[in-house]
């Protein structure tokens, strides 16, 4: 961050819930170092910004995810923001957006050549919006582009026209803007459906919500980035914006060149905006399917940052020994945990016992989940062919997919019953991984399927 990028004064970073406070902040397996003056500084769990040794440590803390910003002050406000929606063929859409947000911000319909434009022409000129149509379809990337160079306020929301959000919930994106280094910021979007047994369950877990957690959006963590559904920006910091070859994922390539280049992208989960469901079970697996299809062209950009697991070669150890599952192999899996744990006892001495314990079961849960996630949604084919021949690789797979079910059901809070909600679930994975494998064939690279190998030790600690 420049100085020009600075946290200002008054600004406010409260740590998240789950952040244990001592001579290490404990969130998870992740830890940081803390000075006297920084714990001190963090005596009531908050910290105001009033000096560049405070701003400093506000920044890190929200950088490593470890704190949320409280926005106020002297923040951008409504008139800041213009919105750009980009749509194709839905002016029942577009009509229902502009009848919510044309009345207090400005907005510009970009229509990507749509069949029937005459009548996305006549709902943008009766809700007063400005309209930019295109001849010939570009995609929703090169539309959003096309669409940013007619805004002329210093912030931008790009709106889907299946998405509905208020423009009172814009303006509570555009006040996170009060920190000069924050490029983006996207609310929570929450699918709104029917009672169908897909639609409730995309209600649950839709492929867009991330969760009721605020985040920092980190690449390999639970938030990794936010969906261009709906999301504001500084159009400062966008540059060229969206890579217009893409057609899936191209928002995640915005997040992570925006977070390569030293600029922050919050997801502000406290903020909603709702999403519409596919109309049919075809269309709703088929979309999961077109999403897997971008993990390829990411890895060609950004490398290991799209990996399916984040491995180490002990926790590798571990997960290969449990789903063996022989006498010899169940002793290395037991021999790998003790190993874990006298690591973190050993790197890790500030911590009490009860600490040193969580942060070894948060590693092992973590392994598990991946190791779910592998087996269920990226590697599927290599999962039906080893269960194809071995009544061990079918237990395996059976457990790992009845658990992921019930866990997810779970944490959802849905009432969906819970073998519906299962077959949902893995309905979802096989259309998503059916789609990565698809990309994978057609540019003939793996790359987006292997993992990412670490070193065998928890996270590295920093030193406020």
């Given amino acids: 961050m420049t100085s020009a990028s600075r946290l200002p004064d008054g600004f406010v970073v409260r740590l998240h819930d789950d952040v244990t406070v001592g001579k290490l902040l404990v969130r998870g397996s992740r830890f940081v170092c803390l000075s006297a003056t920084a714990r001190q500084m963090l005596a009531d769990r908050s910290l105001t910004v009033g000096s560049p040794m405070s701003a400093a440590l506000a920044a890190q803390l929200l950088?490593?995810?470890?704190?949320?910003?409280?926005?106020?002050?002297?923040?951008?406000?409504?008139?800041?923001?213009?919105?750009?929606?980009?749509?194709?063929?839905?002016?029942?859409?577009?009509?229902?957006?502009?009848?919510?947000?044309?009345p207090h911000v400005a907005c510009v319909v970009v229509d990507d050549a749509s069949v029937d434009h005459h009548e996305v022409a006549r709902v943008a000129e009766r809700h007063g919006a400005t309209l930019v149509r295109l001849d010939r379809n570009v995609g929703p990337a090169a539309a959003r582009d096309m669409g940013m160079r007619s805004v002329r306020?210093?912030?931008?929301?790009?709106?889907?026209?299946?998405?509905?959000?208020?423009?009172?919930?814009?303006?509570?994106?555009?006040?996170?803007?009060?920190d000069p280094g924050l490029a983006a910021a996207a609310p929570r979007i929450r699918s709104r459906g029917g009672r169908r047994w897909f639609e409730r369950y995309e209600d649950a877990c839709g492929s867009l919500d991330l969760g009721p957690v605020p985040a920092t959006v980190r690449?390999?963590?639970?938030?990794?980035?936010?969906?261009?559904?709906?999301?504001?920006?500084?159009?400062?910091a966008l540059g060229d914006g969206f890579d217009p070859r893409l057609r899936s994922g191209e928002d995640v390539d915005l997040v992570w060149r925006l977070v390569d280049a030293g600029r922050r992208v919050h997801y502000a989960a406290e903020v909603e905006a709702a999403h519409d469901v596919r109309p049919s079970v075809v269309r709703w697996l088929g979309r999961k399917a077109f999403y897997g299809t971008s993990?390829?062209?990411?890895?060609?950009?950004?490398?290991?940052?799209?990996?399916?697991?984040?491995?180490?070669?002990?926790?590798?150890?571990?997960?290969?020994?449990?789903?063996?599952?022989?006498?010899?192999?169940?002793?290395?899996?037991?021999?790998?945990?003790?190993?874990?744990?006298?690591?973190?006892?050993?790197?890790?001495?500030?911590l009490t016992l009860a600490q040193q314990a969580g942060v070894v079961r948060t590693t092992g849960l973590a392994l598990a989940r991946q190791t779910a996630g592998l087996a269920l949604r990226h590697w599927w084919p290599v999962s039906v062919v080893l269960a194809a021949g071995s009544t061990r690789a079918r237990r395996?797979?059976?457990?790992?997919?009845?658990?992921?079910?019930?866990?997810?059901?779970?944490?959802?809070?849905?009432?969906?019953?819970?073998?519906?909600?299962?077959?949902?679930?893995?309905?979802d994975d096989l259309a998503y991984g059916a789609g990565v494998w698809w990309g994978a064939a057609r540019e003939r690279s793996i790359s987006c399927l292997l993992p990412r190998w670490l070193p065998s030790r928890p996270a590295s600690a920093g030193r406020p």
């Fill in 63 to 102: 950088d490593l995810d470890l704190a949320r910003p409280e926005p106020g002050g002297d923040a951008p406000e409504l008139e800041d923001v213009t919105v750009v929606v980009p749509v194709r063929d839905n002016a029942l859409g577009v009509d229902r957006l502009l009848a919510r947000l044309a």
């Fill in 153 to 178: 306020t210093p912030l931008v929301a790009f709106v889907d026209s299946d998405v509905v959000v208020s423009a009172s919930a814009l303006g509570l994106l555009a006040a996170h803007f009060a």
């Fill in 219 to 236: 690449p390999w963590s639970p938030v990794a980035y936010v969906p261009s559904a709906c999301l504001v920006a500084r159009v400062a």
């Fill in 295 to 350: 993990a390829v062209a990411l890895a060609a950009r950004h490398g290991d940052k799209v990996a399916p697991a984040v491995l180490t070669p002990i926790g590798a150890a571990a997960v290969l020994g449990v789903l063996l599952q022989r006498r010899w192999s169940w002793l290395v899996a037991a021999g790998c945990a003790g190993l874990m744990t006298r690591d973190v006892a050993r790197r890790l001495p500030e």
């Fill in 396 to 427: 395996a797979v059976a457990v790992m997919a009845v658990a992921d079910g019930i866990t997810a059901r779970r944490r959802s809070g849905t009432d969906l019953d819970p073998i519906r909600f299962t077959l949902a679930r893995r309905a």
